[in-house]
């Protein structure tokens, strides 16, 4: 049995792709590595009776257009604040959309022929972040590895995570999102892993599961962030030697660590994140240290006490509190993850909190380190956002949804729109399909 | 023009950090303590605690009371149990709305009344036929709502066990309040004596800490309102006080079912049996974060109909509006169109589309019991 | 006091007397004011222990071969001691790296380290200044980029560039300190332009060379302004300038500290534009929006008077060579982040030359000069610690030189290379806000002459129309 597109990853991007596919008529197929969907967004009660979102708390704003056409609050999303891309970021996902809407172009993504129109946000490619924002450096910063006072470093802006809790934590936007694309008649497969993407003469033909079989499709939206595409999903001699070259250089810039803290009893109430070490001075020392493979004395931290914000969050009388660490490094200089470096996370984590509730009462603590998103999401070195955050990496130096092989596309955080909203990148892959089939491209 | 503080204005001063004032029927209120649409979203997450003192609330007192009321009201409030209480509308003599609201029945010759606007003079003067005595309650109250409002009134010494439209008089740790449960919002309402305000709210503030209570101005009040669809004298429609004006329409407004068609002696009946009304309340979901209240809803160019309040739902995510339309446009999903007023951002008319959805747009924040 | 003439030069620097120099033979009436007492700026020599003269810049990359010619200053003594300097990356094990212009040389100086370097080295170099020939279009002339090839460099990062070719980090280390000329981090977009940049130098002949002028720098400021005067320029030192005066939204002349005022219609400044446009200028000509990006860090010339030729540990290295002292890629990205929070970095980067080697003309015979150019360093870096630092640091490579200082001198300076003007076209770069007042900036401050040359052409047709 043929489909029209089958989608890599239930990812809210995946999700999204799938729905916009379906609502337009396709026969589409949704294959996920984990038992439960969502990706980044997700849901976890690492305690009993103690809820948290385990990698962020919130992820980039949804395009309203996007949470309207998903119908998203009725089917059970709920966002506890309402915040909306900012203008710079609309005008870029505006281009993003009219170029998924063209036709493809003769070039791959990493090779741009002048004359180019500039994109919209390019302008910070080469601003420090200090000088562009005078105020606040925690919300664009947190859980990255960055130096503020480097050129470079305003891009942060362009990749926000204000878009709001969900109640019920990031899990309930995934199954709202998951019901529409069930409802448009998506086949969503839990549980299981995707081998490789069939192809045949440079052009993508369908996706090969573990279990030995075969989904064959017109074409494949991939949600895997770039290596993980190219580099494991295809055999080096299928691809063109100007793409591994690429893909390889392509650098990944994780620095997220989480630690989701079981408080026993309830502290004063705060509903605002609290940010520690988001100093200048701190943030370049940490992410020179980040760079050099150590965890930093003071890794930047924010902390939010979730279920002030979201009482379901936690039984009554007692809290969850989640730290979001940034410049923790993938890779560390002296070897493993082991035990002893994660409780050495808990325990900066919980020497920050110590600083704004003395006397805290711990019940159980988990700590995500890098190597653990890696493994949970498949994001390579723990990256959340697909690739560094940096001048080269950033908008149109990012893949589009068509990539060089004919047929695949990509979605996720590695490509353009990825890390600007949540959801956008599948609706642009989604869109460069809906385009190709309708100008006969796509067989 | 003088103050007119509810007997919780002194706590609600010391919320209001924005200084945002408003006046319902002469009651000085909140109207957005910190942001509006924070506010409106805590009533469907955690819980808020709203001054409803400004509601108009009568005691009715007299032997003849039942029977009064009973010509007064869509709905026979005669056959109430002490304790109970029905949601009616009463009409003028030409079948149209002039007024709409809860009546509780407190023992066997007393009633309460109560309404969003004030109808004192024209009831009092038919109440008057039947020997009823009519007076103002004089309490202040507070609109305690959202998921774990049950568990506030339990954790501050209150049984939550209510049923909806149901009142009860407490005595609550050495004080008088009454409990009821007459909103739309599932929620509970708590009145009180005005020298207790402050009390009443601090042990409510202090109960609710745990949970994350927050007080919410009249703005997220109105927010919740529309949400769920329900049309408010004043804010969506003026209530006909004029004798024989055959407009608002019960219909029109999306109140029938507050109109018990076995009820035979209502005013304005027989008026009301025999409109004709092609009109009806619909939900707009608008394609846009700018409201567009009051204004005229065109489709394929034709005017069909005019919004009524208008709001931006935090919770959908786009603006909503209560509009009476032609039956004909009423489908759900049907696309209508509107026009946005200018702004100072924009300042140009612009035409936005608006879907046709059901209502309520959204359903009631579910309870936590137990 | 007043006099006036057509164009009126601030500064005696490089850039300034050439602009001098051109605007005279364009039969224009030029005075050049200078608040020192002699002319020379960046390319002055420090005098150290009464015999030794080190030059606080000691080695020139940028000067525009035209600018050479044109002027005839080679009939006028303008020589070169040394003309094309090779890098050396000085490891502490003593597997120095040999980076000159014999390509087969330099990869198997790297095979030591990498063979997959040793074979990359040709195609990089091939590739870097071809591309840096293709940038002079915007460099040399007011031209643009036009080769698809460049559009990446704008935003890619030094490291980002290395790590694409080179494995090996000592490698891309010894590469990197050319692209913090400026102040720049490696990581920072902007830094690869900062090393196209000087690929697409040519000195002698030769590109990306970086070469030494026989008796020092102040040899060509000295050419520059005997051009200048037999043109008919008039040079004032110890005149400095108090006010830019302006009439009409247009530069009319300047005023000096004593009192005395100039007037002309053009106005070519050698100070930053920062200093041009907010200290020079009354307030608000320049207008509210302008912003100028502070210098972060800085950078210092630590001059050493030494008893005897320094000998390096381990394999030979040339004597006529910049010499970096960098231990890793990573060194550069603290050094940066310490010297931004205003603190001397734990490892200083730097790089070394002996002048005094190929130039017997800077220090007593048997003895030499040591400059090292420390970078970045904070801008208020305290001479005597950064000073004991690079001692220490240059102990290690070269054990017992410690002993041999007979003096030494630190100069420190702050560095404002601006990302967002290194690939700005010449004519929005030396104009101003104001009709007639040019600054001349360099993409990258060094001694250069190009600025001068530049400005002098657009002034002078800007005059004639």
Known sequence: ??????????????????????????????????????????????????????????????????????????????????????????????????????????????????????????????????????????????????????????????????????????????????????????????????????????????????????????????????????LSLFQWDALPKPTIKRVSAWRMGGGTARVLFALEAAPAATREPIAIGFDAANLSASYAA?????????????????????????????????????????????????????????????????????????????????????????????????????????????????????????????????????????????????????????? | MTLRATPFHARAAEANRGNDWTVRNG?????????????????????????????????????????????????????????AALKALWLNDGGAVRGAGAIARYGKATFLLVSAAEDREWIASAAARFGVKMHDAGEGGLALIGPYAARVLQEAGLDPALEPLAVRKVFWRGTSVTLSRFGEHGGYEIWCAPDDGLLVWDRLMRAGAAFGLQAAGTEAMDILDLEAGIARPIRDYAP???????????????????????????????????????KTLIGLEIDSEMPAPHTPILRNGQAIGRTLSSHYSPAL?????????????????????????????????????????????????DSLSG | MSSSCDALVIGAGANGLAAAAYLARAGKRVIVVEAQNKTGGLCQSVKLAGDFSAPLAHTLYALDPRVVKELRLAGRDLKFAVRDLAVVGLRADGKHLVLSRDVHATARSIAAHSQ???????????????????????????????????????????????????????????????????????????????????????????????????????????????AALSAGAEIRTGARVAKILVTDGAAAGVALDSGETI???????????????????????????????????????????????????GSVAPRNARFILAEKMESYVAAHAAAAAGRLPDELTMELTIPSAADSSLAPLGQHIASVLVRPVPLAADPEQLEAKVIAALNRVVPGISAQIAAANVAVGADTTDVMRLAMRWNERLKTPLRGLMVLEEPVTAISGRAGRIAASLAAKENDT
């Open chain 2, 240 to 278: 006909a006080r004029d004798g024989f004006v055959k407009q608002p329409t019960p219909k029109s407004l999306g109140l029938e079912k507050l109109i018990d068609s076995t009820h035979q002696i209502f005013n304005g009946r027989s008026a009301y049996l025999a409109a004709l009304e092609t």
């Open chain 3, 263 to 313: 007037a002309a219609r053009i106005v070519l400044s050698s100070l930053s534009r920062r200093q041009t446009l907010t200290a020079l200028l009354p307030d608000g000509e320049a207008g509210f929006g302008q912003h100028f990006a502070s210098p972060r860090t800085g950078s210092a010339a630590v001059s050493l008077a030494l008893k005897t030729l320094p000998e390096f540990s």
């Open chain 3, 116 to 226: 997959a370097d040793a074979k990359a080295w040709k195609p990089f170099r091939r590739e870097l200044f071809s591309l840096a020939r293709a940038a002079r279009a915007l460099w040399w002339e007011d031209g643009a980029f036009a080769d698809a090839r460049l559009e990446p460099f704008r935003r890619m990062s030094a490291a980002a560039l290395l790590d694409g070719w080179f494995e090996s980090d000592a490698l891309k280390a010894a590469l990197a300190f050319d692209a913090t000329d400026g102040g720049l981090s490696p990581l920072e977009p902007g830094s690869a332009l900062v090393l196209l940049w000087r690929a697409a130098q040519e000195m002698c002949g030769l590109q990306g060379a970086a070469a030494a002028i026989a008796r020092g720098p102040q040899v060509l400021t000295d050419t520059l302004a005997e």
């Open chain 2, 27 to 83: 009651c000085t209120l909140a109207r957005v303590y910190s942001d509006a649409h924070e506010e409106a979203l805590a009533a469907r997450v955690r819980g808020v605690l709203a001054d409803i003192s400004w509601r108009w609330r009568e005691l009715i007192e007299g032997a003849r009371a039942d029977e009064f009321l009973s010509h007064l009201a869509t709905r026979d409030a005669s056959k109430l149990e002490p304790g």
């Open chain 1, 1 to 230: 049995m043929r489909y029209d597109v089958c989608v890599i990853g239930a990812s809210m991007d995946g999700l999204a792709a799938a729905a916009a596919l379906a609502l337009a008529g396709l026969k589409v197929a949704v294959v996920e590595r984990n038992a439960v969907p969502g990706g980044r967004a997700q849901t976890h009660e690492f305690h009993p009776g103690f809820r948290a979102s385990p990698f962020l708390d919130e992820l980039a704003p949804i395009p309203r257009e996007i949470h309207w056409a998903f119908d998203l609050t009725r089917r059970g999303a709920l966002f506890l604040s309402a915040a909306e891309p900012g203008t710079r970021i609309a005008a870029a996902l505006a281009r993003a959309f009219e170029e998924a809407d063209a036709p493809p172009r003769r070039t791959a993504w990493f090779e741009r022929t002048p004359p180019r129109r500039p994109w919209p946000g390019e302008e910070l490619a080469l601003c420090a972040l200090a000088d562009v924002t005078k105020g606040d450096l925690a919300r664009p910063l947190e859980g990255r590895a960055a130096d503020p006072a480097l050129a470079g470093s305003a891009l942060h802006l362009l990749v926000p995570c204000n878009g709001g809790m969900v109640a019920g934590g990031l899990g309930k936007l995934t199954e709202a999102l998951a019901a529409c694309a069930r409802d448009a008649g998506v086949e969503l497969t839990l549980g299981t892993d995707v081998t490789d993407i069939r192809n045949a003469k440079g052009r993508a033909t369908g996706i090969g599961l573990a279990d030995g079989s075969e989904i064959e499709a017109r074409a494949v939206i991939s949600t895997l962030d770039l290596k993980r595409t190219f």
């Open chain 2, 317 to 365: 995510r786009r603006a909503i509006a209560l509009a009476i339309v032609e039956e004909s446009a009423a489908a759900p999903g049907t696309e209508l169109a509107l026009t946005l007023a200018p702004t100072a951002e924009t300042p140009e008319f612009r035409n936005a589309i608006a879907r046709v959805a059901a209502l309520p747009f959204l359903p009631v924040p």
């Open chain 1, 290 to 443: 980040w760079r050099a493979g150590l965890i930093p004395e003071t890794p930047p931290t924010v902390l939010r006490l979730v279920s002030a914000s979201d009482p379901s969050l936690a039984p009554q009388g007692a809290a969850t509190l989640t730290a979001t660490l940034g410049s923790i490094p993938f890779r560390l200089f002296d070897g493993a993850w082991t035990h002893e470096k994660r409780d050495a996370l808990r325990d900066r984590a919980l020497a920050a909190a110590r600083t704004v509730f003395p006397n805290l009462g711990i019940a159980a603590a988990e700590v995500i380190a890098p190597p653990d998103i890696e493994e949970a999401l498949g994001a390579t070195e723990g990256d959340l956002w697909g690739g560094e955050i940096a001048s080269d990496q950033m908008l149109d130096m990012r893949p589009g949804p068509r990539t060089e092989i004919h047929g695949l596309y990509l979605a996720g955080p590695s490509s353009a729109s990825g890390p600007l909203a949540t959801c956008a990148s599948g609706v642009a892959a989604a869109r460069a399909v809906l385009a190709d089939m309708r100008a006969g491209r796509l067989k």
